[in-house]
């Protein structure tokens, strides 16, 4: 078993000067499946991205560990081969590489120089994964994401999560821009990594996500800090009373962006 | 160190060493009279003038026999040390369609009358600069390929030219490549230097395309740390004549290239591809022209570089339309990718159209690598190196993609590979 626990996390954005992360707190385990829930503008991505060690970001304060080893001096591909995997909201388009040589590039970057994982073996188990998320083989020999659609891009992303086998997947707004069947797909794809041996770190702002991928503790985010936790209920209940219900539930001073 | 200047003495005496024929012997003499009222070519933005680049030893038979140098070669037809030939194995069709392939001495003897029409007469001349009219006062090595009228090649031909910087001595190289009327083929070329020694190189390369002929003409130059070199390539390109160059300049010391294509021919097409990556500390300016004088002639530039630590890579892209060439297209686009901050890089887009009724466009880009492109390599697991190398790869797949050949393709990448690798240790 595996933890991931941020601690008292106060982050800004390398090039401004306020605060956008004000004092995150968060544990989690393999095995189970988190969801961060909140408004837009409340410091979600920031979260994910800081956590995965996206340079754009400086952190002012507070911790971020797995297994009790503090990552946050590591630099991006370190904290990925110790065992972290972003989803992210904006893949980039690399030209040139394919995909199926990217993923291969990603494994083997995680195993020893005499002990790289051998093609027959490889391609097995793209084939099949690429059969789980409704991809055709094509599309591993297309280059990195390039003219891919936003749907593919997502479901491109989730494929590599489940070649790479990370120990905890972050899930930045996965659901953003897809359609119900695309949804459906992409959420076979976390369900079929479910075990003791993953943990996610789902990040949303709506609850649909959550009736195909059901969580075990949902986190409430607001002003850069999660405000509330609880079940899967949570969710249920924030999309009946809305972010305005809950912050005014809570009394919290809190401008939410989307409120005029 | 100071070299005594050759005399005219001293080419008598190798004309006669060697038994070259008259006509070849007076060209050198005059060429030599020439050296010192010629000035350097001028490529814009390319600073070369304090290198030391000129060829000034005496002509000398070499010797160049291998004793423990290791030489890299794949599947090779000719390989060549210095002036000398040490493996020749041609494909059987070559014997039977009457193909000539030979080193330059020989060239002279047996084929005289084929090198006096095209040597220097028509792509390029041996007064054009000092470095040409050097050349020609200081040839010792080169190889003659001549193509027969509608001989069609199926195998392609592999050569190797490798500089002997063994000692101190001048490398000057000419290589005469016709492919006659109605002819087609393919030909790849490899430098490369064995040896450590500072040595100029002084390389001309004549491609000449009879009516209706095509060549596929590939290099991959890898010419050493230590040697200086100019290295001029000419197309000349008669009537629906065509030339596809892909050009790798995986060099790793200074060097010049000049890559040119004289589109005399109507209809006649050349496509420039070149690739070039520079590292450590090195300079490599490249030239690359297309001139139109032909009606409805086209030239399509295309060349992407990439520089990493504290090298320099200029190119210039020069589309010259003549005046009376109705019809006649000339495109380019070159793009360089910084690697480093102490990198300097150059694109130059040069336009000189002389005719009203012609197609020309350029775009050209010097650039960094994409941070965030990096973050999303990286964030998978690979390390830096390895993601730099990926969005280099990306960067120079649009040439290497549009390749003709998909061998040289694949010598290209795994050239690309290993030249990144070295420089990144350096970085």
Redesign the interface.
Same mark, same amino acid.
């Given at each position: 078993m595996a933890t991931l626990e941020v601690k008292d996390l106060h982050v800004k954005a390398k090039e401004e000067e306020k605060e956008i992360l004000t004092g995150v707190n968060l544990k989690m385990t393999t095995g189970e499946i988190h969801a961060i829930m909140g408004p837009n503008g409340t410091g979600k991505s920031t979260l994910s991205e800081t956590i995965?060690?996206? #340079?754009n970001y400086e952190v002012l304060k507070g911790d971020i560990l797995i297994n009790g080893q503090s990552i946050i001096g590591l #630099?991006?591909?370190q904290r990925?081969?110790a065992g972290l +995997?972003?989803a992210?909201q904006y893949?980039?388009e !690399? #030209?040139? !590489?394919t995909n199926a040589e +990217? !993923?291969r590039?990603?494994i083997n970057?995680?195993r020893a120089e005499d002990d790289q994982m051998p093609i027959p073996a490889f391609l097995k188990k793209l084939d099949h994964t690429l059969k789980t998320l409704d991809m055709t083989e094509e599309m591993s020999e297309r280059?990195l994401n390039e003219g891919f659609s936003g749907g593919e891009k997502k479901r491109n992303e989730i494929l590599?999560l489940m070649m !790479?086998e990370p120990k905890f997947a972050i899930l930045d707004e996965i659901d953003s821009g897809l359609d119900i069947d695309a949804l459906k797909v992409v959420s076979r794809g976390v369900n079929a990594m479910r075990g003791p041996k993953f943990g996610s770190l789902i990040i949303t702002h709506y609850q649909r996500l959550l009736n195909y991928i059901k969580p075990d503790v949902v986190h409430v985010m607001m002003g850069g800090k999660i405000v509330k936790s609880g079940d899967a209920e949570l969710a249920v209940k924030l999309e009946d009373e809305g972010y305005a219900g809950l912050r005014d539930e809570l009394g919290l001073d809190v401008k939410l962006v989307d409120e005029e | 160190m100071t070299v005594e200047m050759q005399t005219d003495q001293d080419i008598k005496k190798y004309a006669q060493q060697v038994d070259e024929p008259q006509w070849f012997t007076s060209m050198r003499l005059k060429a030599q009279q020439e050296v010192e009222d010629l000035t350097l070519p001028n490529f814009q933005k390319i600073q070369y003038h304090s290198w030391p680049i000129n060829a000034t030893r005496k002509l000398e038979v070499g010797d160049h026999r291998l004793t423990d140098e290791k030489l890299v070669t794949e599947q090779a037809n000719i390989v060549q040390i210095g002036s000398k030939v040490i493996q020749k194995d041609l494909p059987q069709e070559f014997m039977d369609k009457g193909v000539i392939v030979c080193d330059w001495a020989t060239a002279l003897k047996k084929h005289s009358e084929l090198v006096e029409k095209y040597f220097m007469t028509m792509a390029t001349e041996p007064t054009e600069n000092r470095l040409n009219a050097e050349h020609v006062a200081h040839l010792t090595s080169g190889l003659l390929i001549y193509v027969p009228k509608n001989v069609i090649l199926k195998h392609p031909l592999t050569s190797y030219f490798f500089q002997d910087a063994r000692q101190s001595r001048d490398y000057v190289h000419h290589l005469l490549l016709i492919a006659d009327r109605g002819s087609e083929v393919s030909y790849l070329e490899n430098t490369g230097t064995i040896g450590t020694k500072p040595c100029p190189a002084n390389i001309i390369e004549e491609v000449i395309a009879e009516p209706d002929s095509h060549i596929k003409f590939a290099s991959v130059d890898r010419l050493g740390e230590n040697t200086t070199a100019y290295l001029n390539r000419r197309g000349y390109l008669k009537r629906n004549a065509r030339i596809d160059w892909s050009m790798g300049m995986m060099n790793d010391g200074n060097i010049v290239g000049d890559f040119d294509s004289e589109l005399v021919g109507e209809a006649s097409h050349a496509e420039v591809k070149v690739v070039a990556i520079s590292t450590g500390d090195q300079v490599q300016g490249i030239d690359t022209r297309v001139t139109n004088y032909g009606q409805h002639s086209l030239g399509n530039i295309l060349q992407h570089g990439v520089i990493l630590a504290r090298s320099s890579l200029i190119f210039n892209g020069i589309g010259h339309i003549i005046h009376g060439a109705r019809g006649a297209e000339a495109q380019q686009e070159s793009r360089v990718l910084m690697l480093s901050t102490k990198a300097r890089g150059d694109a130059n887009p040069i336009l000189l159209i002389d005719d009203n009724d012609v197609v020309a466009g350029h775009a050209a880009s010097v650039g960094r690598v994409d941070e965030q492109k990096m973050y999303y390599l990286m964030s998978r697991g690979v390390d830096k190196k390895t993601a730099e190398r990926l969005v280099i790869r990306g960067f120079l797949g649009p040439v290497l993609s549009a390749l003709p050949s998909k061998e040289v393709r694949k010598v290209l990448a795994d050239m690309i590979e290993r030249k990144l690798v070295n420089g990144q240790k350096d970085e």
């Open positions: 995965m060690g996206n #340079p #630099p991006v591909d990925a081969r +995997f972003l992210m893949p980039a !690399i #030209p040139g !590489i +990217f !993923i590039a990603a970057s995680r280059y590599q !790479i | -």
